[in-house]
């Protein structure tokens, strides 16, 4: 989450605890999180104000997919309530104090384990908000908590690519401009009307995408490509002008990160070593 001068990144595949945080140029170590997991997609907020729900857990525990929350202050992780469900795999967008959760899996294996539920915090508790339109996971969302977007992600059978596109508005969600190609695991920033969504998956057969798109409020168009394909990244924008994605997978874990600025309509990679 945050921006592309300041983004958070924590925990990740496999379940890890860790949390750096990128000023634009370099990646620092910040405090561990509370709790091993994989969170995908599920912290929102800025780099010294953030809430992130806890993901796929480790081991044999049951369920695999937690349903606690913890807040960031830009040093250490603190715990917050939990949800009023477990949540994996699903979108979170908005503030550390005005946030939403939607879609994921809430157990493993996925299955019919997709939801379309909603849940809402306002820094303090969770509250049920009225569901999306189609389960679907490997999700992200940005915008608002009053103006948001949730994003493609994977439907049953198997992990068929959505092209779906829900704009949320605090209370309802309504159908918003398809995704030029269905695709999952992608990352979403930026606001309800100007976001950049890059990367992600196709399937069946998967096939991993360096694509990026801008939507403007009701349609998406193409924007300049990634250096390089990936999906299951962390990405942060603040809007559809600039945004940094970093690590996931390119077939195998990455960690090169890279920006991107409307100036010009170039991509610059910046190597790291975290």
């Given at each position: ?17 860790t949390t750096f945080e ?78 939403f959760a939607v879609g ?171």
């Open positions: 989450c945050g921006t592309q001068t300041a983004a958070l990144s924590c925990t990740g595949n496999p379940y890890a605890v990128y000023d634009g140029t370099d990646w620092t170590a910040g405090g561990n999180h509370p709790t091993a997991n994989e969170m995908s997609g599920q912290l929102t907020g800025t780099q010294t104000a953030a809430v992130g729900k806890t993901g796929i857990l480790p081991g044999s525990v049951s369920p695999r997919v937690g349903a606690k929350s913890a807040e960031y202050n830009g040093t250490s992780w603190s715990d917050g309530e939990d949800a009023n469900t477990n949540r994996a795999r699903g979108g979170m967008a908005g503030t550390q104090t005005a946030s994921g899996i809430s157990d493993l294996p996925v299955g019919d384990n997709r939801t379309n539920a909603t849940e809402e915090y306002d820094g303090t508790n969770w509250a049920t908000g009225n569901a999306g339109t189609t389960a679907r996971d490997q999700v992200w969302a940005s915008g608002t908590l009053t103006a948001g977007l949730w994003v493609g992600g994977a439907v049953p059978p198997g992990d068929v690519a959505s092209n779906a596109t829900e704009e949320y508005d605090g209370t309802n969600w309504t159908a918003g401009g398809n995704l030029p190609a269905a695709k999952y695991s992608g990352s979403v920033t930026g606001t309800q009307t100007a976001s950049i969504h890059a990367g992600g998956a196709t399937s069946p057969p998967r096939t991993i995408r360096s694509t990026s798109e801008n939507y403007d409020g009701s349609s998406w168009s193409a924007y300049p490509a990634l250096g390089a394909a990936r999906y299951n990244h962390g990405a942060a924008g603040a809007d559809g002008s600039s945004a940094v994605v970093w690590g996931g997978s390119s077939g195998s874990y990455v960690n090169t990160t890279e920006e991107f600025t409307d100036s010009g309509a170039t991509v610059r990679t910046v190597d790291t070593s975290t």
